[in-house]
Structures are given as C-alpha cells and as structure tokens.
C-alpha cells in the first residue's frame, strides 16, 4: 500500500472520529427528547398532575429547543464550536440530574426545559461542526452521522426505558435503592451527556472558525491532519469568504427589501416539512398509537423498539447513498414513498370501525396494513428527510451566515415540532387518526413539490462556493 494511500486511510479515520464526537450531541438530542416516553403517565401521577400539565411538561422543552437553538449560533460564532458543545453537555448533565430528583410538575418542567435548549444546541453545532471539518466528497456521509446519532439517540433512550420499566414491574414501582422507576430513565442520561463533554475537549476546533478569530496556523494544522497535503491554498479561500465579514448578525440574513434571504427561507421549508410529515408523533406517542388500536401495552412498546430499529437501519443506507446519488433525488423518493404510506394509513384508520369507548379498531388485514405502512413510513423518512435534511442544512448556506440561518432553521424545525406534538392529542380526540393522518400526507404530498422548484443539489460543491 502506498504512503499516500495510507496517510489517506488515516486522515478519513481522523474526520470520522472528531465527526463522530460532534454527533454525540445529536445521540443526547435523541436520547432527551425520547426518554420521557416511557416516564409520562408514572410522573404525572407521582405529581398528581392534570393532562394540560404533563402536556406543557412534555412539550415546553421543544420550544427550550428552540430558545437554544436561536443563540447556539451567536455562541459558536464568538465562542467557537468546541465550547458550545462543551456548554450543551454540561446544561445535558444538569437536566438528566435534576429530571430525576424532581419534587413536582413545575421543577420537572424547567429541568425539562434546560435540557431542551441543550438540545438546540446541539442541533445547530454538530451539523454546522460536521460540515465544516469534512472534505467535500464525505461531507455527505458525515452529515448524516448527526441523524444516525439521533435515531440510535431515540432507541437506546426507548429500550432503556422498556428495561428499567420491566426490570422494576412498572414505571412507577420502585427500583434501584428503592427510588422510582421512571427517575432512573432520566438518570440513564448522565454518563452519555459528560462523555459528550469529555470528547468535545478531545477534538479541534472549526478550522472555518479559526480563520476567521486569525488563527491561521492552528486552522493550518487542523485541516492538514484533515484533507492531508498541502493546505496553505484552502486556507486562503477560506479566509477570502470568513474575513469578507464582521462577526455575523441575523441582520445579514435579511434581503435588500427587509424580507428574509431566499435560501434562509428554503432552510426553513426544509426545517417545517421534516416536522410536518408527523414523524415525531410516531415517536412520542407510538405506544399511545398502537394500544389505540387495541396492541397490549407490551405488544405496543415492543412495536415502538421494532420502529426505532428500522430508523436506524434506514439512516445508515442514507449514510451509504447521499454522497454517491446526492441529496434532492433522496428527498424526491422520500417525498413519494411517505404521501403513498401515510395515505395508507389514512385510509385504514379513516375506514376503522369504532369500539364502545370511541376508539378505533382494526380488525382482520387492516392491523396488519396499518402496522406495515407505518414501519414502511419511517424507513422512508429514515432514507430520505430525515438525514438529509441535517446534511443540507450544514451545507447549504455560505460562510458568511452558516451559523445564524442555521439558528433560524434549527429553531423553527423545534417550533414545529412543538406545534405537531402538541396538537396530535387533540385531533385525536375530537377529529379521530384519520384526520391527524390525512393532514400530515397532505404535507408530505407538498414537500414534493417544495423539493422540486427549491431545493438545488449540492453534492459535490465546496462549502467556499455555495
């Protein structure tokens, strides 16, 4: 093997590791936001507390996500990348810690909160981080590994869960030392979210970051250990983009007539079609979902591990592909194969006859059908805007205003979020599953559309040119 295949090798080892390091952020974003499934009806009883306030208990911490989302830009454009990581891990820690000892709904809810806005930290700087240190023909796959870490994020947080609640009996009964069930779930987060700290420590700071502070020759040795060679030529082409501009502001996402820059807004369509497809309502309320339509508790939980485990498998082929296809045909595919399985879905639970309680049932090949459109649905999603989205996001936008419209588009992808999780309930009750999944083919019927007249590729492109 020749020296310069070698030094190659190991500077593809060297990306993939200070990658994968970054996108331990997006594993503790999986991870907080999937935890409290298997926690929320033991708490709100161990808190007496009624249903709007388990439900704000939930959901405030999506707008946290938000809140963090907005200044992680600001952070690590005048802090660097490595300490806003630093800050999520701590703020991580503190969260998981104080979710487990919590006296009542209200201290639950801001401990909840505080783990939120790490999350939006942690969405905005891994992508931006993975973006910024990975050669252009593995941008791709590296990009992805952030979705790859927050699927796995999701399934670890479930099947933790799903062990500590049979371990114990239930959620509610004691377990180790006689504390509560459900306060080890939240504990279970502590050791992923200071590892995360730890690596963060370990790893190099953004060579674009270095640049632009004029710290050249320590952006020098990261990119030489990064793209190998010489570097002295991509170090000027970074500086002729980073030092164009003053630290940025959101004032320089605004076009000359005062609205929003165009690519900001496609950041953001990207951002609310990913939410509005209603993936997350097959994550935070699957169990809630199958037991619905008549699945025993276990079966139902057993469902929701099966569905977390075809996210993950479908993330990795993604991983395999959008460097070799590019990102706009996976986002096409994805666009179709979702409006054709929840259209699916929408007509079973549409045509589903009622049981005495209202709730559907579905008898005969109609579980069966629902059952399979659902796991095709997320495989869909899992190959297509799910990582993809991350990817573009991390790319799309120039040097100059990479980490404020990253903010922005972070923080509406939470408020999203936030507005399909919190209305699920609700359309449920007063409207039945039909209706809740008749709107979100609707938006995956558009984000086709979207994708077609907005969405160019970028495959290929260095970060310098976009």
């Keep these: ?165 049979v371990s114990a009996g239930s959620a509610e009964a004691p377990f180790l030392f006689g504390i509560a069930a459900w306060r080890w779930m939240f504990w279970t987060e502590i050791p992923p979210a200071v590892l995360y700290g730890m690596s963060a420590l370990m790893i190099p700071e953004s060579p674009r970051y270095l640049v632009a502070k004029n710290k050249e020759r320590e952006a020098e040795d990261v990119l030489s250990k990064i793209l190998g060679g010489d570097v002295r030529a991509k170090i000027a082409e970074i500086r002729q983009t980073v030092l164009q501009e003053r630290q940025p502001k959101f004032s320089d996402l605004l076009a000359r007539n005062g609205g929003l820059l165009k690519i900001v807004w496609i950041g953001i369509g990207l951002s609310v079609f990913q939410q509005f497809v209603g993936i997350n309502v097959i994550f935070y309320y699957s169990s809630v979902l199958w037991r619905a339509v008549g699945f025993s508790e276990k079966d139902s939980l057993t469902v929701t591990v099966i569905t977390g485990a075809v996210n993950i498998i479908t993330t990795l082929i993604a991983i395999a592909f959008v460097d070799k296809f590019g990102r706009k045909p996976l986002l096409i595919l994805g666009s179709v194969g979702m409006t054709l399985t929840l259209g699916t879905m929408t007509s079973v639970f549409a045509n589903a006859q009622l049981d005495a309680a209202g709730n559907p049932t579905l008898s005969g090949s109609a579980g069966t059908i629902a059952l399979i459109a659902a796991n095709l649905y997320v495989f869909c999603f899992g190959f297509s805007w799910g990582p993809v989205v991350w990817v573009l996001l991390g790319e799309m936008f120039n040097n100059t205003i990479r980490g404020a419209a990253l903010s922005v588009a972070a923080a509406m992808q939470w408020v999203a979020n936030f507005a399909i999780s919190i209305t699920f309930p609700p359309i449920l009750q007063y409207f039945g599953l039909g209706t809740a999944y008749g709107v979100y083919t609707t938006a995956a019927a558009i984000s086709l559309f979207f994708v077609l007249f907005f969405i160019k590729e970028t495959k290929g492109i260095e970060l310098e040119d976009m």
């Design 1 to 165: 093997m020749s020296s310069t295949t070698t030094r190659r090798k190991s500077n593809t080892f060297y990306v993939v590791l200070i990658a994968s390091a970054a996108a331990l952020g997006g594993f503790l974003f999986g991870f907080d936001t999937a935890v409290i499934n298997g926690a929320v009806a033991a708490l709100s009883k161990a808190f007496n507390a009624n249903s709007v306030e388990t439900g704000l208990a939930v959901s405030l911490a999506l707008l946290g996500s938000a809140v963090g989302a907005i200044y992680a830009g600001k952070i690590a454009d005048r802090y660097g990348r490595v300490k806003a990581m630093v800050a999520a891990s701590v703020l991580f820690t503190i969260s998981a810690i104080g979710s487990g000892i919590a006296f009542g709904i209200w201290d639950f809810t801001f401990w909840r909160v505080l783990g939120g806005i790490a999350v939006g930290v942690a969405s905005v700087i891994a992508p931006a981080y993975i973006a910024e240190c990975s050669p252009t023909n593995l941008r791709g796959r590296l990009g992805s590994l952030q979705q790859l870490a927050i699927v796995v994020g999701i399934f670890i947080a479930l099947l933790c869960d799903y062990f500590i609640a």
